[in-house]
């Protein structure tokens, strides 16, 4: 019999019962909620007269409303000043108060993007399902646990059940092997990934990252890759357990203490893919073949080496593919054939729950050390992934730098990477942001994303335009 | 949840790839706290000329006249045509919300973003998928006769055209079943309750380090 993929044991571990139809009924270790996606759900409970089957298993954070200029936030709830995205963050609150579940508040400082939080408290663990509503729960895969994003309406399933109605998905490997170049980053590899299997490429299927240049890198970096698994169409992103994740596990507040963590230990040792373990697809890209990654369109699939030219749509056989491309053209006010370094850029955004962690911000800090922002910029924000990550920034100096250079330094939250606060793009400008989706009016009315690494961000505020970091 | 046994409806085409969520209802209505209301503000970016705010009154907002769903002869469309990935991005379920409050009843497209599939049927709204090809056809026919309908039986699994040929689609049996009865799946699966609470003390005892920690 052949070996079992990392997925495959996940999987097994969690089925409550198989059912006749195919479909089984998987038990949920962890869900994290936050304010955007939950109010429907408390709301159905209530009027189901249900009550959350397990509370522990629920961790809950504001984060997609939450404003990030300092005198806002200092003021608590009423400083918000959009009274739509104040009555979203206080529901959380009173839901969270009525039903018992435990809530890191906008004025915590352990307070930020869930998947930031999840993973920094140690409410990620590996061997775990995770579940949240938002496509993003990818990230938590990094653990080598099976996390993916839900609806509301399974939110709600999971809060009064434990449990989600699945069918099993396929197996896909993307091995990245050899060793990456000076300055290319996870962002970089996964939109690289992206590029080639394009935006639905992973439809149906839990994706694993393996290969040499994986097991190297930082849990930071393996989170960014998981988190955008569900930008080339994959609910599931994961990466085997090693050395690196137990490291980073190890002391966190919610991780497994002295007495059960070589119990902990023994057990995810086994949560990696077995040598004769058989995906349905493998995808092999060389690390070496990767460079810094800019996207020009309207779909992360729409990428292309800063020193690549924008992609002209004459050259496109397929005329879905050939009339996607005008469109995107059209919207980002770009034209086939020109430089991407080139584009002049009008804002810089470094954060989100892709790139918003302490490697980010030290990689962003790095480049910017001593220089200026670009006198052609409107604005260049820093918004740290949690209270606690601002913390740790702000104890080895970077908000100085990145102040001391023209950038802005705000409070933690989702911020301009789906503008639901105040932060936002104004019609028709480009802005190079370290998030996860540059669909049209995603960061703001009108507004043009390209996405990049932090340190291609923030060499990008330095000059204006795209620019290989390591030409800086 | 509506029960879904029978539609006959005007077919409305949405001819390009990769609709995504942010298209389908733009961040500024995820503030709302409510299920319902979304319709006004489906396709905003598109369907309008001007940004949408949340709780305002769209009556008097500038029509983009070119989209589609803006046509006099879509009016009231209740099936979508579509092509390939459609729903991809976030998972938001304000975006089958906002299909079902506009109208829809049914999507058919070559293929959907998953987390989107499965929202969909939790909504009452059918997302069907049908081959390239066959998709391809319907668009042309859609295109070419003002007013064109399309019925669709879920008992039986067809589509049927206006000159009566039938089209076969499969839909996941579960999901069928609960679509036609309009089952609410939490009920159903809490009578699983007894198993629920067998694995969860396993697990308990295997795993102590996942109990109790976050309170």
Request: aromatic share 6%; hydrophobic share 40%.
């Amino acid at each position: 019999m052949a070996g079992k993929t990392l997925y495959d044991k996940l999987w097994d571990s969690h089925v409550v019962k198989e059912r006749e139809d195919g479909t089984a009924l998987i038990y949920i270790d962890r869900q994290l909620l936050h304010e955007v996606t939950s109010p429907q759900a408390f709301e159905g409970l209530r009027l189901a007269s249900r009550q959350p089957w397990r509370l522990d298993a629920n961790l809950a954070t504001p984060d997609h409303n939450v404003p990030t200029t300092k005198t806002e936030r200092d003021v608590g709830i009423e400083g918000i000043v959009d009274p739509v995205s104040k009555i979203q963050v206080k529901t959380l609150d009173d839901n969270c108060d009525e039903f018992g579940i435990v809530e890191f508040k906008m004025q915590d400082k352990r307070q930020g993007i869930v998947h930031v939080v999840g993973p920094e408290q140690g409410a990620t663990l590996p061997g775990m399902t995770i579940v949240c509503g938002d496509s993003h729960t990818a990230t938590h895969g990094a653990f080598a646990a099976l996390a993916h994003g839900v609806g509301t309406s399974e939110v709600e399933h999971v809060m009064a059940t434990q449990c989600l109605i699945q069918r099993k998905m396929k197996n896909l490997l993307i091995k990245v092997d050899g060793e990456l170049g000076a300055g290319i980053t996870g962002k970089d590899v996964v939109l690289h990934v992206i590029g080639i299997i394009g935006t639905a490429g992973g439809n149906g299927c839990a994706m694993e990252f393996g290969g040499s240049a994986i097991r190297s890198m930082s849990m930071e970096g393996r989170m960014t890759m998981c988190n955008m698994a569900i930008e080339a169409g994959a609910r599931v992103g994961m990466v085997a357990f090693d050395e690196n994740t137990a490291e980073y596990v190890k002391g966190r507040p919610y991780a497994p203490k002295s007495d059960q963590w070589d119990q902990a230990v023994e057990y995810w040792n086994t949560l990696v893919s077995d040598e004769d373990a058989v995906f349905d697809k493998v995808v092999e890209v060389n690390a070496a073949d990767i460079k810094p990654q800019v996207t020009w369109g309207t779909s992360p699939e729409m990428v292309v080496s800063v020193d690549s030219l924008v992609p002209k749509a004459e050259d496109e056989s397929d005329p879905v593919k050939r009339s996607a491309i005008e469109r995107a053209l059209e919207y980002m006010g770009l034209e086939g054939g020109q430089k991407i370094t080139d584009i002049q850029l009008d804002r810089v955004f470094i954060g989100s729950c892709t790139n918003s962690r302490i490697e980010d911000l030290r990689a962003a800090a790095a480049i910017v050390e001593g220089k200026q922002v670009a006198s052609s910029l409107k604005q260049a924000l820093v918004v740290p992934g949690s209270g606690l990550v601002k913390e740790q920034a702000e104890e080895e100096g970077l908000d100085k730098i990145f102040t001391a250079a023209g950038l802005e330094w705000r409070e933690p939250g989702c911020s301009m990477c789906l503008a639901m606060n105040a932060d936002k793009l104004g019609n028709g400008e480009h802005c190079a942001s370290t998030s996860n989706r540059n669909f049209e009016g995603r960061q703001g009315y009108g507004g043009r994303t390209h996405l990049v690494s932090p340190a291609m961000a923030a060499a990008a505020a330095i000059t204006g335009h795209f620019i290989d970091v390591n030409t800086l | 949840m509506n029960k879904f046994i029978l539609h006959t409806g005007i077919a409305a085409p949405m001819d390009r790839a990769n609709i995504d969520t942010d298209m389908i209802i733009p961040k500024q209505f995820l503030k709302s706290i409510k299920r319902s209301g979304f319709g006004p503000n489906l396709f905003d970016e598109l369907r309008y000329l001007d940004e949408g705010q949340p709780d305002a009154d769209n009556s008097g907002r500038p029509l983009n006249t070119e989209f589609v769903l803006n046509q006099s002869r879509y009016e009231g469309a209740s099936v979508l045509l579509a092509r390939e990935n459609f729903g991809c991005g976030s998972s938001r379920e304000h975006a089958p919300w906002a299909l079902e409050d506009y109208g829809f009843r049914v999507i058919i497209a070559p293929s959907y973003a998953d987390i989107f599939f499965n929202n969909s049927f939790k909504n009452g709204l059918l997302p069907i998928v049908l081959d390239e090809v066959v998709v391809d056809q319907l668009f042309t026919e859609v295109f070419a006769s003002e007013g064109y309908q399309l019925t669709i039986e879920l008992e039986s699994q067809k589509i049927i055209k206006p000159c009566g040929e039938e089209i076969d689609f499969d839909v996941d049996p579960f999901r069928k079943h609960c679509l036609i009865n309009g089952l609410d799946d939490i009920g159903l699966t809490l009578q699983d309750a007894d198993d629920i609470r067998n694995y969860e003390e396993k697990r308990r005892a295997s795993q102590p380090w996942l109990f109790d920690v976050v309170k």
